[in-house]
């Protein structure tokens, strides 16, 4: 990886989450008088303070604590918390932040000011930067006296995803005149880069570049940086960026300009889940038809598939008995193992297949179903099933996922590759007992 220089653009999706796992370092700590290791800075518990060493003499300011993130993280505010018992030494006065990827080489001030007196939390905020190491530098206390001292100083940030896995591909990408391959965007060096064709005739913008990770992530900051080689061709200006899980269905989630200039741009949006990154180049900044990037790098939380909440869902089904029982579809989406949809027997039993849709109300990903058969009674207890997804509740394609469950009315699941839905469909094929029932306590769609 490389060192990102501090970045010319503010987020303006979401807020970004407290960094936790963090370890902490000082250049001076009381351990004998009291505990005021560096650690009690980042344990979360506002009680407990890193306090700079007193026993045996005072260092003299300026003092630093230095944060340890664990991994690269898109960082963009540091926050401190003075000391909250009532006593006055260390509170810190005046301030400088510091950004390092290794821990080593820190650079100028990312932040410096003066902090307001008094106990309440302290924000500083500054342009996000990929950094692994924060540091937080006191340059005076608000007593006047060299001591440091802090109930918690918190980073907030996106972690950079690793990019272990990662292919890149781009609509066009010269391979005469230089090395302009769409890797090189993502290949965590400053100096190599991709760029559009030119031998050969110049397609105009716009151009896209797709990066497509090994699993699905949570998504909310893109960066791009452009070429750093003093050249100016290529580098974007109007630009979109979208997301998919199945490289076919896109959703834009940001669109701008970025500004001129050689410096990282950092894009944020609210959290997608991704498989799949597409950065498209609408304009260049000198008006020519060209796009490059030096590197593109993508922030975000790993995903996990968990039960989506069933708010705003629809159950519908081809048959429901109403009149011996309450078997409505709903019954089957209500969180309640205890009531069923069952199809319909009063007059005649359809026959088999059945069907149970639930419309989610929204476009989720969607990559398992649970169903948890009646708990009392056999009757439609699903054997042969298929599992469907759709869109427009119209076209299902093919099934996702087809097989057979396993006796029994334990809750079995099915897994599938991530889709992109707003309907999902079980299908039963066939029934436990062999009878044209179908019956569910619940249906239970899984995703993000
Ligand atoms: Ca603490
Ligand atoms: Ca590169
Ligand atoms: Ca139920």
């Known amino acids: 990886m490389f060192e990102a220089a501090p970045t010319d653009e503010t987020p303006t999706g979401g807020d970004s989450p407290v960094i936790t796992g963090v370890t902490a370092t000082a250049d001076s700590a009381e351990t004998s008088a009291e505990n005021g290791a560096a650690a009690r800075a980042v344990d979360g518990n506002p009680a407990t303070i890193w306090h700079t060493a007193y026993s045996g003499g005072v260092a003299p300011m300026p003092h630093r604590i230095d944060l340890d993130l664990g991994r ?3 960082v963009d505010r540091l926050t401190y918390l003075p000391r909250q018992d009532g006593g006055a030494n260390g509170t810190i006065a005046g301030y400088e932040v510091y950004a390092s990827g290794d821990g080593v080489t820190w650079g100028s001030p990312i932040a410096a000011g003066t902090f307001a007196a008094g106990s309440a939390l302290k924000t500083v905020q500054f342009a996000p930067v990929v950094a692994r190491y924060l540091r937080l530098r006191a340059t005076s206390a608000q007593n006047g006296l060299g001591y440091a001292s802090a109930a918690e100083v918190t980073a907030h940030g996106v972690p950079a995803i690793a990019r272990t896995g990662w292919t890149a591909t781009a609509d066009s990408a010269e391979t005469t005149g230089e090395n302009g391959a769409a890797a090189n965007a993502i290949d965590g060096s400053r100096s190599t880069l991709w760029h559009t064709a030119y031998t050969g005739g110049v397609s105009p913008t716009p151009h896209r570049l797709d990066i497509t990770l090994p699993s699905p992530q949570k998504v909310s900051r893109l960066t791009y940086l452009p070429r750093q080689d003093g050249g100016t061709n290529g580098t974007i200006a109007g630009y979109q ?5 199945d490289g076919t269905t896109w959703t834009t989630v940001a669109t701008g300009t970025f500004a001129a200039g050689a410096a990282e741009k950092v894009v944020a949006f609210a959290p997608a889940v991704a498989r799949h990154v597409r950065l498209t180049a609408t304009s260049a900044q000198n008006g020519l038809g060209y796009a490059s990037a030096a590197d593109v790098g993508l922030y975000g939380t790993p995903y996990t598939s968990a039960p989506l909440p069933n708010t705003g869902w629809t159950a519908t089904a081809d048959s429901a008995e109403t009149s011996g029982e309450n078997g409505a579809a709903a019954n089957a989406v209500d969180g309640d193992p205890a009531s069923i949809w069952h199809t319909a027997y009063t007059g005649g039993v359809a026959p088999m297949p059945h069907r149970l849709d639930i419309a989610l109300g929204a476009t989720r990903v969607v990559d ?9 009674g056999t009757n439609g207890t699903i054997a042969g099933y298929q599992v469907f997804t759709s869109l427009d509740g119209v076209n299902w394609g093919s099934p996702v996922a087809s097989g057979t469950f ?6 079995k699941t099915v897994t599938f590759t991530p889709v992109t839905a707003r309907h999902v ?3 039963a094929t066939s029934a436990q007992n062999g009878l044209a029932y179908a019956s569910a306590a619940e249906v239970t769609p899984f995703g993000g």
């Open 241 to 245: 960026v979208a997301t998919s899980i």
């Open 72 to 74: 690269a993280h898109l």
């Open 406 to 411: 396993a006796t029994g009315s334990g809750v």
């Open 368 to 376: 398992r179903l649970d169903y948890l058969p009646r708990q009392v």
């Open 425 to 427: 469909r079980l299908t």
